[in-house]
């Protein structure tokens, strides 16, 4: 008897160990301070691991003399687990990219307009614009203060 048949080893199903590596991944993208920006090396990462487990798996299956077969599936395992981590953090940044506010947009600031407008015939179209020729612009105005202004056109000129 060898010592280690003693010890009871869980055994998992493979598709519970996918699952969990694909959730892994999902964590670890949203743990990032900006997930979307890891969407393409996540997938440049989980495609060239995936092909590279499946070209050793190739070279491991084929009856050549000499090579080590031992070694050749521990990589090719190591590399499926790599490709399958990768895809879930590719999952989990396409998702924070698609989620609403986007990371890179600005928190809302009011703004105060004085000026005329010159066309509205677009405000009822998707998305609705405004044209407007602006004397004044005063943002982050609040109770009648105002923290930033800029005059059209400009003194200076």
């Known amino acids: 008897m060898r010592p280690l048949d003693s010890i009871c080893v869980p055994r998992w199903p493979a598709v519970a160990v996918l699952w969990a590596l694909l959730l ?5 993208a949203a743990a990032a301070t900006l997930p979307a920006r890891l ?16 070209a050793l798996a190739g070279v491991g299956a084929r009856r050549v003399p000499g090579i080590r077969r031992a070694g050749l599936a521990r990589m090719e395992a190591a590399c499926g687990v790599a490709a399958v981590v990768a895809a879930g953090v590719a999952l989990g940044a396409e998702s924070d990219r698609a989620a609403w506010p986007l990371p890179v947009h600005p928190r809302p600031t009011r703004l105060r307009i004085e000026g ?33 202004s800029s005059d059209w056109p400009s003194s200076s000129a």
């Open 39 to 54: 969407h393409v090396p996540a997938l440049v990462v989980g495609l060239g691991a995936g092909a590279f487990s499946f």
């Open 24 to 28: 892994a991944g999902h964590a670890a």
């Open 116 to 148: 005329k407008v010159a066309d509205a015939t677009t405000v009822d179209a998707m998305p609705a614009s405004l044209l407007i020729e602006a004397r004044r612009v005063t943002a982050g105005v609040h109770s009648g203060q105002s923290a930033v």
